[in-house]
């Protein structure tokens, strides 16, 4: 059980497009979800953090108008990065928390690798 | 500033061995400890947690130990398999079951199990 999915696993895009990342849990209802980074050989860094139904919060440092997270159900939230740029080329998870219970493990998903051409 | 360190980038062990993996925090107020393996190109998967009252918590080949004194926290894996060779990420959180218990991670240590 739970287990949180990614689609695309990854995507290829042209400077000044914008690409959609979702993030769905598949077994389990999660109130809070939330997306990280990676860069090559560097930590996990949050970017923001999604409860169903609410406004993101987003950490010190990202661009909420950029990086759009919509989180429109228990299953499901989005990650919009717009008007993409080379820079924006990274490893991108998101990881989502069970609704109630005991269960406060955050799952994560697969990740996607957005590359900025 | 690191809230969460893990200072050793790389670790090698021989199967059969035992893997001692370290994270340092500096943050008091974090109560709640997690380890994450990481595959390349893949999400992390939950491996162990420890909550500050506890200083030991064992699963199978997994032991963690907390010494909250020193604010450091260790991960044993005994024995090692060479099926153990991933990046380990520690993580840590204040009030992890509340709304705004974010996970902060250190940056890796990634370890290589030789057969």
């Known amino acids: 059980g739970a287990v949180v999915s990614q689609h695309p696993s990854w995507v290829i895009c042209k400077s000044g497009t914008s690409v959609k990342i979702e993030c769905r849990s598949l077994?389990?209802?999660?109130?809070?979800m939330f997306w990280y980074r990676q860069f090559p050989k560097q930590s996990l860094m949050l970017m923001a953090t999604?409860?169903?139904?609410?406004?993101?919060?987003?950490e010190q440092g990202v661009e909420k108008d950029k990086f759009l997270i919509n989180h429109a159900s228990l299953t499901l939230s989005t990650l919009t990065v717009t008007s993409a740029h080379p820079e924006d080329s990274s490893f991108y998870i998101c990881?989502?928390?069970?609704?109630?219970?005991?269960?406060?493990?955050?799952?994560f998903g697969p990740g996607t690798r957005l590359t900025v051409t | 500033d690191q809230q969460v360190k893990q200072n050793s980038p790389s670790l090698s062990v021989q199967e059969g061995r035992i893997s001692i993996l370290n994270c340092d925090y500096t943050?008091?107020?974090?109560?709640?400890f997690l380890w994450y393996k990481k595959y390349p190109a893949e999400g992390p998967t939950f491996l162990i947690s420890?909550?500050?009252?506890?200083d030991k918590n064992e699963d199978g080949r997994f032991t963690v130990f907390l010494n909250k004194s020193a604010k450091h926290l260790s991960l044993h894996i005994v024995p090692s398999q060479p099926g153990d060779s991933a990046v380990y990420f520690c993580?840590?959180?204040?009030?992890?079951?509340?709304?705004?218990?974010?996970?902060?991670f250190g940056k890796g240590t990634k370890l290589s199990v030789k057969p």
């Open positions: 990881s989502a928390r069970a609704v109630d219970g005991f269960d406060y493990e955050q799952y």
């Open positions: 077994d389990f209802q999660a109130t809070t």
């Open positions: 420890i909550s500050s009252i506890k």
């Open positions: 999604s409860n169903e139904g609410s406004k993101a919060t987003y």
């Open positions: 993580a840590a959180s204040a009030g992890y079951g509340g709304s705004q218990g974010n996970l902060i």
């Open positions: 943050n008091s107020m974090f109560d709640y």
